[in-house]
């Protein structure tokens, strides 16, 4: 995909730009942004080299993937992100976002998925503390709030703390137990180093810059709905979601960077759907039919248990203090991605 071919996907840049009021302080820094070719992380890079004079550097393990998506518009720093970094510039600014992201990774790889948010945020962590870096921003995830975690019983004031069970028993908990982690871990360096953190953490994020390897219901249902294809829903799609367009979220994660304190941020949109709902607007925009099938012991394995999470606006009100206010609804985002992906091609 030549998403740069797309006048949508363009738009979506220059509103970024617009709403973060870029570059601003970030004029002449050096930036790093860690797990380069995600779908959160490559709009960031994608945004950031759109302005003149901001230094990025793009943090992957595949050189010729990170070639072809960025070309000579980023430096290229290839390695694991599990390992130290192999480099000694001084950055200003690291973004964090190395992470495993979707069910089928998390029940193939629960170790690495581990160990890329632990191992992984523990080398960023020495790194920002060894070499003076500004300000370093994890992205962690809604899923660190667990399961039933009864936000209705919850203040305005203590909505965050209020966290889920994580079953410490299932492989499946890799992701969320390492994700609260790899939190606690960058306010422990915040304590004991000085070193600015911030996390956040994104709710449902859609987008047209999706893996290939994702095995996220939303990437799947894009597939099939680029494909001209009947959407194959795994389930009766029940769960409620906080759903968010991925450049509101990249919009949202710039002005926590800039102007959040050092502690944690909620990224959410302006829609909570259902999963279904979402699909059947997916289905409703490219002209298609939904199907039902059962999903296979694998894919079954690395779903979350979380069957409602619908709190995302809620949790969302620090980050809206920042100045961020999402653009899109899941109706126009999910318009807007059938055209980036078309107009990509």
Not at 209 to 233: C, H, N, P, W, Y
Request: charged share 25%; aromatic share 8%; net charge neutral.
């Amino acid at each position: 995909m030549n998403y740069r071919s797309s006048k949508t996907y363009i738009e979506d840049l220059k509103n970024i730009i617009y709403d973060v009021d870029l570059p601003g302080q970030l004029l002449g820094s050096k930036v790093l942004i860690t797990g380069a070719n995600g779908l959160i992380a490559s709009v960031l890079i994608d945004a950031l080299t759109f302005c003149d004079g901001i230094n990025v550097y793009a943090l992957g393990r595949s050189r010729e993937r990170m070639e072809t998506r960025f070309r000579n518009r980023v430096k290229h720093i290839i390695q694991d992100v599990t390992e130290p970094l192999k480099t000694e510039i001084v950055f200003d600014y690291i973004i964090h976002a190395a992470s495993n992201a979707h069910p089928l990774a998390y029940a193939q790889a629960p170790v690495d998925t581990m160990k890329a948010n632990i191992t992984g945020t523990a080398n960023i962590l020495e790194y920002a503390q060894t070499h003076g870096v500004k300000r370093m921003i994890f992205v962690s995830s809604s899923e660190v709030y667990g399961v039933n975690a009864a936000p209705d019983t919850a203040t305005k004031n203590n909505l965050q703390e209020c966290l889920g069970y994580i079953d410490l028993s299932d492989f499946r908990s890799a992701y969320p137990e390492s994700k609260r982690a790899a939190e606690v871990l960058c306010t422990a360096y915040t304590h004991q180093y000085g070193i600015s953190t911030v996390c956040a953490r994104p709710w449902y994020i859609y987008g047209a810059t999706f893996s290939e390897a994702s095995s996220k219901a939303d990437a799947q249902f894009l597939r099939k709905a680029l494909a001209g294809e009947e959407i194959v829903m795994k389930s009766q799609g029940t769960q409620m979601r906080s759903y968010c367009y991925v450049s509101d979220c990249v919009t949202a994660m710039l002005k926590i960077l800039l102007y959040g304190d050092n502690s944690a941020y909620d990224i959410a949109g302006k829609d909570d759907k259902t999963i279904r709902e979402f699909a059947e607007t997916i289905a409703e925009t490219a002209n298609v039919s939904i199907v039902y099938e059962e999903p296979d012991k694998t894919e079954h394995g690395g779903y979350t248990k979380i069957l409602n999470s619908v709190c995302g606006k809620q949790r969302a009100q620090r980050t809206k203090e920042l100045g961020y206010i999402p653009r899109y609804s899941v109706k126009d985002g999910i318009e807007r991605t059938l055209k980036i992906l078309r107009e990509s091609m």
